[in-house]
């Protein structure tokens, strides 16, 4: 079945960096566009990245641009989030999400999540 | 950033109908927004309801359904169950970036 993992969260410093990971099976990688959302403790969902289908493009909300790069391995089904110059506001669970199509029209199988926490 | 708004908490009895809505800081929700919306309960990862203002995933319940209402994305639940009582959130597109809104906590009483 179609599934998404993710790993890689764990506790960092401020200013470091980290690197999250989501593999994905039971689809063909290469035909949906791939999502990062993150929700802070207790708050609400938050938008962060997105990759098209065809690796060629990608978006990036204001508050991570700059500092956040999404990229993939098409040879491991593996979407990446590299996460530098992180911040306390950064704290988060990291889902990644597939899109419903090739063409990009929001969100339907999610994982389930992997915990960042930027402390000192 | 477009800031994008839901009523904070609503309150519905079981086998009743209640409708959410979806509004940006600006401007009126179209076609062109692609909303979605989604459904959390505590200690869970989001369950995708609606996409492309009113397409349902295979997983939907009939009970639920999206629209376009006074320029709002709207989420309507018919005869709701107690299951339903949970964090819903919509989602909006601006060309290439998205945007969650704030969230809307279901209760059934």
Excluded at chain 1, 27 to 40: D, E, G, K, S, T
Excluded at chain 1, 74 to 97: F, G, P
Excluded at chain 2, 11 to 25: E, I, Q
Excluded at chain 2, 43 to 55: D, F
Aim: overall charge neutral.
């Amino acid at each position: 079945q179609v599934q998404l993992v993710e790993s890689g969260g764990g506790v960092v410093q401020p200013g470091r960096s980290l690197r999250l990971s989501c593999a994905a099976s039971g689809f063909p990688f290469n035909n949906f566009a791939l999502h990062w959302v993150r929700q802070a403790p207790g708050k609400g969902l938050e938008w962060v990245a997105l990759m098209s289908y065809d690796g060629t493009k990608e978006y990036y909300a204001d508050s991570v641009r700059g500092r956040f790069t999404v990229s993939r391995d098409i040879s491991k089904n593996t979407l990446y989030l590299q996460m530098n110059s992180l911040r306390h506001e950064d704290t988060a669970v990291y889902y990644c999400a597939r899109d419903v199509s090739i063409t990009i029209l929001g969100m339907d199988v999610w994982g389930q999540g992997t915990t960042v926490t930027v402390s000192s | 950033q477009t800031v994008v708004t839901q009523e904070p908490s609503l309150t519905v009895s079981p086998g009743g109908t209640v409708t959410l809505t979806c509004a940006p800081s600006s401007g009126v929700v179209g076609s062109h927004h692609y909303s979605n919306w989604f459904q959390q309960k505590p200690g869970q990862a989001p369950r995708a309801l609606i996409y492309s203002t009113s397409h349902k995933h295979s997983w939907t319940p009939a009970r639920f359904s999206g629209s376009l209402l006074g320029g709002k994305a709207a989420l309507t639940l018919s005869s709701v169950q107690p299951e339903d009582e949970a964090e819903y959130y919509c989602l909006l597109y601006y060309g290439g970036t998205w945007v969650f809104g704030g969230g809307t906590k279901l209760t059934v009483l």
